[in-house]
């Protein structure tokens, strides 16, 4: 079983950055995909960002491409967001997810594909 615990979250003005960690232990860690989702407050999960652990492809929300990075250490089973030039928009519990789906990257992922998920970290921007 795949346990996955975040970190990183907090409170931050309109334009600030943030960086979520995401680390996965368990007895046998294999993910074909790793990815971060956000639910706001009386909304549906949505999908943030993606990665293939193998080599690295990334694949993001329109919403947030060029302002959030998702990025993976291997030896470490650690998961990133780096997340700039926050917005109000972009509060919400991030949420950090593994998948062993395979083609799960050849499409934008839904919560569905991920199997395993942290317990959510809060990130709140204040305006």
């Known amino acids: 079983q795949v346990q996955l615990v975040e970190s990183g979250g907090g409170l931050v003005q309109a334009g600030g950055s943030l960086r979520l960690s995401c680390a996965a232990s368990?007895?046998?860690?294999?993910?074909?995909?790793m990815g971060w989702f956000r639910q706001a407050p009386g909304k549906e999960r949505e999908f943030v960002a993606a990665?293939?652990?193998?080599?690295?492809?990334?694949f993001y929300l329109d919403s947030v491409k060029g302002r959030f990075t998702i990025s993976r250490v291997k030896d470490k089973n650690t998961l990133y967001l780096q997340m700039n030039s926050l917005r109000p928009e972009d509060t919400a519990v991030y949420y950090c997810?593994?998948?062993?789906?395979?083609?799960?990257?050849?499409?934008?992922?839904?919560?569905?594909?991920?199997?395993?998920w942290g317990q959510g970290t809060q990130v709140t921007v204040s305006s």
């Open positions: 997810a593994a998948s062993q789906r395979i083609g799960v990257l050849a499409r934008t992922p839904t919560s569905n594909d991920f199997g395993s």
């Open positions: 368990g007895r046998t860690f294999r993910a074909y995909a």
């Open positions: 990665i293939s652990w193998a080599s690295a492809g990334a």
